[in-house]
């Protein structure tokens, strides 16, 4: 098969949009959903988009070296600011959309945004009022102009879009090939993207990425599993994560595949399904959230219905077992499996919009070897990724005939892995970062003798593939020198559709507990069908036929652990663990040094004989407030 880029030139992102726009001027780049119609933006659009609005940054007196932040919901106009940054020898800095002020504040002040081009009002007034704590921001640009004609701002230029194309125009006039000179002078090893690491232990680093780095990934991605210029691709991961950016940039630029970016957040997934796409990534959660809108579904269908999805259930988890396993599959469970497809998967797979996905990749989170077993039973090709921002997103893919529940695939190609002698996964890439922004100690931390230290644990299997057994925190040991992995008996609760997200812990205890947030879609639904009257979340989760369903939910999860290292108390918070109250990062990842801290009360008291404890947390708002929040929670024994 020949590569999609065989024949470029370019080495830059820069400049293979030149390229794309020249060699295919009239193909389809993008489409953007508007008013209900899918509206597409060809090579030469997209060129034209980029090179106008770069103009009008030079009219902002954007310098090589400088950054700039586009931040928002996944619109065709965050693209074009950071290629546009990008071809004046600018940087682009990815910003979560959902960030609260003072961790906005501290991410732009930290790297050193000199622009802000933000998507409308609700994201101008996050910078806004946080803008005298961001001395180097020079200027706000927002293209959705919606309420923005109220907006009169102090030390800060504030334009819409338009504006800055129109101050461009001058420019462009007086040089109309300043453009693609500055763009094709851009080089390979200059640094392009700085993103974010998800800051579990503290606050966020900016991991430097060049158009090297970002380009060998995608490359050596590419060779694993092909994907071609007629395929489709969603955009709705935040541009803020490497995960869209190797997509919607890398990936997108070396093959030329279409994205489509949705309407609106409250249509993506009825968008996703129209589109219906040929591959996507997306972290566990994406997955998570899939399987628990299924069994929502299911827990409004009649007795028979959910009779006949429960035995098809269970046609998929045994093929896609024995499938994992490399053993031969018995005729009539070929027959059953075919049967199940005409009754149940096809319908579940066409109103997912995961009918026609050849490559399903996960990564950026641990997901379950249950959910692996319960999608590709139903046929979707679900397969694990492992990697972080810091080697442009991806390390390791499991091949196609070799995906197995306990492992994360071998390393792409170019890619060296080794396992350190206390366990930490080590890596070697021409995809590893540059460094740390301004943090030349970390840096210097993580990468030795030419290798990146991650900061996970692993080991090998017999066949080279790569098992991930979570990060360092997420190891813990009892007591009695028993070593278990937190997020493997999490990640088995949460495959029950009524546990969102759990929190194990026993470091250094005599035995197991843990913390429980309900899904609170799946559980009500339950509670209504039951006659169980409820009023909110907090009155909903503290329940007692709550507790009895989540017991039995503990119970099952017991029984497929080793005996010492099985939850021994329970209980179930009133809150969902949020980013907003500092409790996850901003991809979902528990930030359990915090979490301990907080809730170190309620974790004392599952070591003693109490049945029930007090508990106040603070819950942070949208508009900021904080309130606390003290409730009476049960602790369950088992």
Request: aromatic share 12%.
């Amino acid at each position: 098969m020949m590569r999609p880029w065989e024949g470029l030139k370019g080495d830059t992102f820069p400049k293979l949009l030149i390229e794309r726009a020249e060699g295919k001027p009239g193909a389809t780049a993008l489409r953007e959903k508007t008013l209900g119609v899918w509206r597409p933006h060809t090579w030469r659009d997209y060129l034209r988009e980029v090179r106008s609005f770069a103009y009008g940054l030079l009219a902002l007196g954007l310098k090589p070296g400088e950054h700039v932040a586009a931040v928002g919901f996944n619109r065709p106009f965050i693209l074009f600011a950071e290629q546009a940054a990008m071809a004046l020898h600018g940087r682009s800095v990815g910003v979560y959309p959902d960030l609260l002020p003072e961790e906005r504040a501290y991410w732009l002040d930290y790297t050193d945004v000199s622009i802000v081009v933000a998507e409308d009002q609700e994201q101008v007034d996050k910078i806004l009022a946080v803008k005298s704590e961001l001395p180097k921001l020079r200027a706000v640009v927002y293209w959705d102009e919606r309420m923005m004609w109220r907006y009169r701002a102090k030390d800060v230029a504030l334009l819409s879009w338009d504006d800055v194309v129109k101050a461009g125009a001058e420019i462009q006039s007086t040089d109309p090939d300043l453009f693609k000179k500055l763009a094709e002078t851009t080089s390979p090893d200059d640094v392009c993207l700085i993103l974010s690491t998800s800051g579990t232990t503290g606050r966020p680093k900016g991991v430097m990425l060049t158009y090297g780095n970002m380009l060998s990934m995608a490359k050596n991605l590419w060779e694993v599993d092909p994907v071609g210029e007629d395929d489709e691709y969603i955009s709705y991961l935040p541009f803020g994560w490497i995960g869209e950016q190797m997509m919607s940039l890398a990936m997108h630029m070396l093959v030329s595949f279409k994205i489509n970016f949705v309407e609106e957040p409250e249509t993506l997934w009825l968008d996703f399904r129209e589109i219906a796409p040929h591959f996507m990534f997306g972290p566990a959660k994406i997955y998570e959230n899939f399987y628990s809108k299924i069994y929502e579904l299911i827990e409004d269908a009649y007795g028979l219905d959910k009779a006949v999805f429960k035995w098809a259930v269970d046609v998929a988890m045994k093929k896609a077992e024995l499938e994992m396993a490399k053993r031969p599959i018995p005729t009539t469970l070929k027959l059953q499996w075919w049967l199940a497809y005409l009754l149940v998967y096809r319908s579940v797979l066409d109103k997912l919009g995961l009918k026609r996905i050849r490559y399903a990749w996960v990564g950026g989170s641990f997901l379950g070897p249950d959910y692996l077993k319960f999608f590709r039973g139903m046929g979707v090709n679900l397969k694990r990724i492992w990697g972080m921002t810091e080697v442009s997103g991806i390390a390791t893919v499991q091949r196609d005939g070799e995906v197995r529940p306990d492992a994360v695939g071998r390393p792409i190609a170019n890619t060296e892995i080794k396992i350190a002698e206390d366990g930490e996964i080590l890596v070697r890439t021409p995809a590893m970062m540059v460094g740390y922004y301004k943090r030349d100690d970390a840096t210097a931390e993580a990468i030795r003798d030419g290798w990146l230290h991650t900061g996970d644990v692993g080991m090998f299997t017999e066949d080279g593939q790569l098992v991930y057994l979570g990060r360092k925190e997420d190891m813990q040991r009892l007591s009695d020198g028993t070593v278990f992995s937190a997020l493997f008996i999490e990640n088995m609760l949460k495959f029950s559709p009524y546990v969102k997200e759990a929190l194990v812990y026993g470091e250094g205890r005599p035995h197991v507990v843990a913390i429980l947030n309900i899904n609170f879609e799946t559980v009500s639904k339950w509670a209504e069908q039951r006659g169980i009257a409820y009023t909110s979340y907090q009155d909903l989760s503290q329940k007692p036929e709550v507790y009895k369903l989540l017991r039995d939910v503990v119970a099952r999860v017991n029984e497929s652990l080793p005996e010492r290292i099985r939850i021994r108390r329970f209980t179930i918070l009133f809150k969902e663990f949020h980013p907003d109250d500092g409790e996850m990062t901003r991809t979902r990842k528990l930030r359990r040094v915090f979490i301990h801290q907080r809730y170190g009360q309620l974790i004392e008291a599952m070591y003693t004989d109490a049945e029930e404890v007090e508990v106040a947390a603070p819950v942070k708002y949208e508009d900021g407030t904080v309130r606390s929040v003290t409730m009476s929670v049960k602790i369950v024994k088992l």
